[in-house]
Nanobody
Framework: QLVESGGGLVQAGDSLRLSCTAS????????MAWFRQAPGKEREFVTA????????EYSDSVKGRFTVSRDNAKSAAYLHMTNLKPEDTAVYLC????????????????????WGQGTQVTVSS
C-alpha cells in the first residue's frame, strides 16, 4: 500500500513537497511515478523515476518546476514542486510498477499496478 502526504492549500508561486511511503513492502523493485487528477479531467502523468533513481521523466507542464526523487532505504518517493500555478491544482497520486530493470520507467497509467489514495494540492491565484 502507498500513502501520500504533504498536500495542502498554497498560493501561486509557492512550493510543496509531497511524500509517498510504502507500508509492508520495499520499493527497491519498483519504478515509481506521480500522476494527478483535477476535477472533471483524466488522470495525467506527472513524473516517473527508475528503481535506481538514475532515470527520470517529466510532463511538459511541470518540467523545470517539479523534481522527483526516491529513498529506497526509507521505502519512500518524493515530489518537490516549486513555482506552483493554479493549473497544478489536483489530487496527486503515487504509483508503483514492479520492474526487472533498475534504470527504466514507464509513463502510461495502465502500466502501474499499485496506487495510493492521493493527496490534494490546491493552488490559489
Amino acid at each position: 500500500q502507498l500513502v501520500e502526504s504533504g498536500g495542502g492549500l498554497v498560493q501561486a508561486g509557492d512550493s510543496l513537497r509531497l511524500s509517498c511511503t510504502a507500508s509492508g513492502r520495499t520499493i527497491n523493485w519498483y519504478a515509481m511515478a506521480w500522476f494527478r487528477q483535477a476535477p472533471g479531467k483524466e488522470r495525467e502523468f506527472v513524473t516517473a523515476v527508475s528503481r535506481n533513481g538514475a532515470k527520470t521523466e517529466y510532463s511538459d507542464s511541470v518540467k523545470g518546476r517539479f523534481t522527483v526523487s526516491r529513498d529506497n532505504a526509507k521505502s519512500a518517493a518524493y515530489l518537490h514542486m516549486t513555482n506552483l500555478k493554479p493549473e497544478d491544482t489536483a489530487v496527486y497520486l503515487c504509483a508503483a510498477r514492479w520492474s526487472v530493470t533498475e534504470d527504466t520507467y514507464v509513463t502510461r497509467r495502465a502500466e502501474y499496478s499499485v496506487w495510493g489514495q492521493g493527496t490534494q494540492v490546491t493552488v490559489s491565484s
